[in-house]
């Protein structure tokens, strides 16, 4: 039997986004600034890894103070309340291109699957064994209880219920 590998996120060279279409005719896209994971493997592969994964939802960056604002409040995440977004992986397997889990967000777990692409591991000038993820998907917000919403007089809302998820993840091997 292979021993387990350890596995955590290397902040500097990752990112997590979303994108959200607003007034119905353009994306706007944010980010989660403090965001964390882990993942264990059975020896050095990635086929069947455990990962975890954390978003403090206080770090969200649109690019506005104003809408980060509105975002963090009640109508929204509800930071005091909700201050993290989880993800914890129930099947991956490297091979398939996906990877399933339960997302919670505003303490609302839905069974998600994102695509996931392995882009391969390497070693950096200091000797660290790095592994490189690229993920992508998409969730109905209103799923998870973000429901807030204004109708439009052209007719459509203000925001759509669709929100895209982009993620580039490096993750760095534990001794």
């Known amino acids: 039997m292979s021993a387990t590998t350890n596995w955590v996120l290397d902040g500097s060279h990752s990112e997590v986004q979303f994108k959200v279409k607003h007034l119905m005719i353009t994306n706007v896209t944010g980010q989660f600034d403090v965001v964390s994971a882990q993942a264990s493997t059975n020896g050095e592969g990635f086929e069947n890894a455990s990962v975890n994964f954390e978003a403090a939802v206080n770090s969200i960056n649109t690019g506005s103070e104003q809408r980060d604002g509105h975002l963090k409040s009640g109508d929204f995440f509800d930071v005091e309340k909700y201050p993290v977004i989880s993800f914890k992986s129930t099947d991956y397997h490297a091979s398939s291109g996906k990877i399933t889990g339960d997302l919670t967000i505003r303490d609302v777990s839905k069974p998600v699957t994102f695509d996931i692409e392995f882009s391969g591991t390497n070693k950096d000038p200091w000797g660290n064994e790095k592994a490189g993820f690229s993920i992508s998907g998409k969730i109905n917000r209103t799923d998870f209880g973000l429901n807030w919403n204004a109708?439009?007089?052209?007719?459509?809302?203000?925001?759509?219920?669709?929100?895209?998820?982009?993620?580039?993840?490096?993750?760095?091997?534990?001794?």
């Open 151 to 175: 109708a439009l007089e052209s007719g459509g809302v203000l925001v759509s219920e669709e929100v895209k998820l982009q993620a580039e993840i490096q993750l760095v091997k534990q001794a």
